[in-house]
């Protein structure tokens, strides 16, 4: 379900109502998320793509002092040894960046109780994805996965382009009760045929089995990665309730529960170390994590997390939006 935000509160993205929008309320809702994100997002990146994720890039640039949190397998270990001072060497993008989206939209991003649905994170994660790649002959492209379907959009470049491929998002169906949705299906879809070197940004809730690491470790290897975790309070801790009635919409089970103190305790543990074992699978991978929640203010958290980025080069799982 969704809760209306009160007049004044944290902002949050239009909803896009389980991907059944049309026009000409669909059209509106798209406007008001690229306005939102235009307006907000604009004058946060100063210069090339790599403020979203400062990746190695291919061409050798300037070196510079060594700084706490810098990857040091850029070391130029030449001027260190002449300047006694170590250096790492700044690497400059390439011209063009070539971006891929990974979008989860299994049952369980049909749900929010707070600002939001998941889904409305997932459609405004996408949209401040390819506002910050955008520009410059840079491409987009996605990959979109609700557990029934897997729809290919080519990567291209242009605003059309991009405006279409996030009506596609916004629209695509909520899965039949009982869809289990594939993660790692979507992943693998990225890997054949082989894509030029660019970034992968995987936008899901990473609720579910975590069978999809090893194929993002795969992905790792040509691209660079970002994760984009889409979470409800109701994912980290149930209300004080009493009896409930619950519905798995991925496997089609329905179970009615006492909410007591015992049950609330556990079920918070469970989900801490579900996320644990998240961030570890995201790190090994190499992918920094921004989380966007339906209780807060999602752009001011891409804010938040592209201006920690942008002073934490090198560092591989730096700029995580801290939790709360």
């Known amino acids: 379900m969704t809760i209306s935000p009160p007049s004044g509160s944290t902002h949050a993205p239009p909803s896009f109502r389980q991907g059944q929008l049309t026009d000409p309320r669909l ?45 040091v397998r850029q070391m130029d270990w030449s001027v260190t040894a002449r300047t006694t001072h170590p250096h790492v060497r700044q690497m400059i993008a390439d011209r063009e960046l070539e971006t891929w989206l990974v979008i989860d939209l299994s049952a369980s991003v049909d749900f929010g109780t707070a600002l939001c649905e998941k889904r409305d994170l997932v459609v405004a994660a996408a949209a401040a994805v390819t506002h910050l790649t955008s520009g410059g002959g840079n491409r987009i492209g996605a990959v979109v996965a609700n557990g029934q379907q897997l729809i290919r959009i080519p990567a291209r470049s242009g605003r059309v382009h991009e405006q279409a491929m996030l009506r596609k998002i916004a629209t695509t169906p909520h899965a039949p ?16 045929p082989q894509r030029k070197r660019g970034l992968a940004v995987v936008v899901s809730d990473f609720l579910g089995d975590i069978d999809w690491q090893r194929s993002l470790r795969a992905i790792s290897g040509r691209h660079d990665l970002l994760g984009v975790e889409v979470l409800d309070p109701r994912d980290l801790e149930l209300p004080d309730v009493g009896d409930v009635v619950l519905h798995d919409p991925e496997s089609g089970r329905t179970r ?19 996320r644990d074992q998240v961030e570890q699978a995201l790190r090994s991978c190499g992918a920094p994590v921004m989380t966007l929640r339906t209780d807060r203010d999602w752009i001011a958290d891409v804010v938040r997390f592209v201006s920690t980025r942008r002073h934490t080069f090198g560092a591989p ?3 995580r939006v801290p939790r709360q």
């Open 256 to 274: 009615e529960f006492s909410v007591t103190p015992t049950l609330r305790t556990d079920f918070a543990r469970a989900a801490q170390h579900h």
């Open 177 to 192: 009760d009982g869809v289990r949705g594939d993660l790692r299906g979507a992943i693998e879809a990225l890997r054949r």
């Open 317 to 319: 799982t730096a700029g």
């Open 27 to 71: 059209s509106a809702a798209l406007k008001t998320l690229e306005l939102t994100v235009r307006r907000r997002l604009d004058g946060v990146l100063h210069g090339d793509h790599l403020g979203l994720i400062p990746g190695p890039g291919s061409e050798p640039g300037d070196a510079r002092m060594y700084q706490p949190g810098d990857d």
